[in-house]
């Protein structure tokens, strides 16, 4: 395994982020019916850890909390706690009442806690809001995960998905205000999603702050040929049809045809392109199969030329921004 720092910080972390969306109950929250359970999950728990996949990323909403309770059994089953870098996130609703979602204050402190209760820690590393919240003034939140920081359950703050420009403002809150700022962006980035070049990853060049792309596989359309994406978790995945435009058959006939010159699977292909980018820390990979960890693990030690880099990226077209 690889590793790096996440941005500018001191964070270590690897260069392959477990993605625990994949992990919950499938009758509850979400009702993504493809999640895994403590026991179907113990394959792909042990695969992380053998293969130095220390990076766990989660959220307070996935499958309705049970994510983070899953992931919270599988460190203490698995692992050490301080050998895992885990984040996760807030925003989303969780509940009815004015601190089961959003960016307030209220809302932070309430959730800060019910996450470490669920996933059975005193800390997380790495604290993300997921997403921008309009209805909050930035100085309230920016104050708020300053103040999570210094009571010691946070040891960093990200965020992801939004404009350029309300990143910028989050910032600059925390830079007047004499708060934490923002060490890491979790933003969409794959082959077929590549809206974050135009700004955000300037800014975040910028301003130190690492990406860990999440849908590095545009959920799955990336990792086989463009006739064969039936999927259970294509069916049941409302993100995926994002990527189901023709516009995005010659990408993906592209991937494939660098991945069988090079005699790799087309994951792998599709995911060093993504860490080609400097930018990028580590990209999020969302394992239901001990072979999807196999592939981002192998990606670390594909080069790809420049020639392949520029066949990848022959085919895009301008595109709106999606996933906020």
Sequence with gaps: MDFTRLGSSGLKISRVTLGCMSFGAPDRGNNHQW???????????????ES???FWDTANVYSDGTSEEIVGRAIRKYTDRDAIVLATK???KFHDGPGGSGLSRKAILEQIDASLSRLG????????????????????????????IKAGKVRYIGASSMHAWQFAKLQHAAD?????RFVSMQNQYSLLQREE?????????????????????????????WDEQSTARAGADHLHRRYEGEENRPIVDAVRRVAEARGVPMAQVALAWVLHNPVVDAPIVGPTKPQHLTDAVAALDLELTAEEVAALEEHYTPRLPSGY
Excluded: C, N
């Design 176 to 180: 007047l205000g004499g708060w934490t």
């Design 197 to 225: 070049e135009r700004e955000m990853f300037g800014l975040l060049a910028d301003q130190g702050v690492g990406s860990i792309p999440w849908a590095p596989l545009a959920k799955g359309r990336l990792a086989r040929p």
């Design 90 to 92: 807030v925003y989303f």
């Design 35 to 49: 999640t895994l359970t403590d026991e179907t999950a113990e394959p792909v728990f042990r695969q992380a850890v």
């Design 121 to 148: 820690t005193d800390y997380v590393d790495l604290y993300q809001i997921h997403r921008f919240d309009p209805a909050v003034p930035v100085e309230e939140t920016m104050e708020a995960l300053h103040d999570v």
């Design 52 to 54: 130095g996949v220390t």
